[in-house]
C-alpha cells in the first residue's frame, strides 16, 4: 500500500505564490510518475501537472510558465510551485502517484484546498 500526504494549500492573493507538497510512504518497489490535478465544484479533476521517474514533464496549458513541478526521489516527494497565482487557480488540488507494488497502480491523496483572492 501507498500512503500520500500532501501539505502547503492555503490562501495566497492573486500574483502571489503558494508550493504544495506529497509525500509517499509505504510498501512499494517504484514511484513511476508523480503528478497534481485540481478539481472545481461540480467538475471533474483535471490534470494540473505531471512529471516522471525520468524527470519528464507535462503541464496544462493554464499553468504553463507559472506552476513548476519537480520531485525528490530520495524523499518520494513531489512538489508543485505556484507562481503568478489567479483566481481561476482556486481549487482543490489532489496529488496523484503512479506506483508498483506488485503491479503498477493510482493512488491519489486526500486533496488539499488552495483559494487566490482578487
Known amino acids: 500500500q501507498v500512503q500520500l500526504v500532501e501539505s502547503g494549500g492555503g490562501l495566497a492573493q492573486a500574483g502571489g505564490s503558494l508550493r504544495l507538497s506529497c509525500a509517499a510512504s509505504?510498501?512499494?518497489?517504484?514511484?513511476?510518475?508523480m503528478g497534481w490535478y485540481r478539481q472545481y465544484p461540480g467538475k471533474q479533476r483535471e490534470l494540473v501537472a505531471v512529471i516522471t521517474s525520468g524527470g519528464s514533464t507535462n503541464y496544462a496549458d493554464s499553468v504553463k510558465g507559472r506552476f513548476t513541478i519537480s520531485r525528490d526521489n530520495a524523499k518520494n516527494t513531489v512538489y508543485l510551485q505556484m507562481n503568478s497565482l489567479k483566481p481561476e487557480d482556486t481549487a482543490i488540488y489532489y496529488c496523484?502517484?503512479?506506483?508498483?507494488?506488485?503491479?503498477?497502480?493510482?493512488?491519489w491523496g486526500q486533496g488539499t484546498r488552495v483559494t487566490v483572492s482578487s
Open positions: 509505504g510498501t512499494f518497489f517504484s514511484i513511476n510518475y
Open positions: 496523484n502517484v503512479g506506483a508498483t507494488t506488485y503491479v503498477l497502480r493510482d493512488y
